[in-house]
């Protein structure tokens, strides 16, 4: 009976020992699972934060993106613009170029139709009649001079005139209209009254026209004698 006590005994810390054996190994597995577990979870924050970050990174370099794609767009629309305004006052300077060559060009024929440089050798000749307003006498058929003047080394005449190439001719004139005719002298042509047997009176050119100031209405003659394009010889003949 002693023996089977003992036996018992044996037994019942046999069996409290292997439950406190199992109860330590629990609780370092329980620990340890812990520990894993609270360590996945830290490396899974830092994996989700880096993601963040990187989409963040993303998100910051898609709007540097757009906002350089922006000011290039802005920059081209700008240039565009420059280039634009240039093209235009380019066009514009052409334009107002174009139209003072334009009005320059007509200035000029103008100017050439009013005051014709007679330069066609031969005599050109007509009548101080003043009072004509150097209108073609419709009864005789006369030229009549309204005015002469000199502007340096130019004189000119105002009214109707008659031409004839070869100055000793008896042939008929060619008839001349009214306007403003011009003839070239230099400091050989010679300015002079002349009438009948009497010797001619010379002038300078600025005294042939005071002399003509004195007989603008006097019916006298006026001859023009031109050689080489230059008026040779200017006469008031009586």
Known sequence: MKI?????????????LASCTNSDSGENVSDEAIASMENTNEEKDVEAEETSDDANNEVI????????????????????????????????????????????????????EDMDYQDQDG??????????????????????????????????VEGTMDYREDPNSEESPKELEKKTYKFKFNSDSKFQAVGGLAEPEIFTPAESIEYYQGITDSGLGLNIEVKDGIASIVSFAS
């Open 61 to 112: 370099e898609i709007e540097d993106k757009a906002e350089t794609d922006e000011k290039a767009d802005d920059s081209k629309a700008e240039e565009k613009t420059v280039i634009n305004v240039k093209n235009q006052n380019k066009e514009e300077k052409k334009e107002d170029s174009n139209n003072e060559t334009a009005d320059d060009s007509q200035n000029t024929s103008e100017g050439e």
């Open 123 to 156: 005599v050109y000749f007509s009548n101080l009649v003043a009072s004509k307003g150097g209108e073609r006498d419709s009864d005789m058929g006369l030229a009549t001079i309204s005015s002469i003047k000199i502007e340096e080394d130019t004189l000119i």
């Open 4 to 16: 089977s006590n003992k036996i018992l005994l044996t037994a019942i810390l046999a069996v409290s």
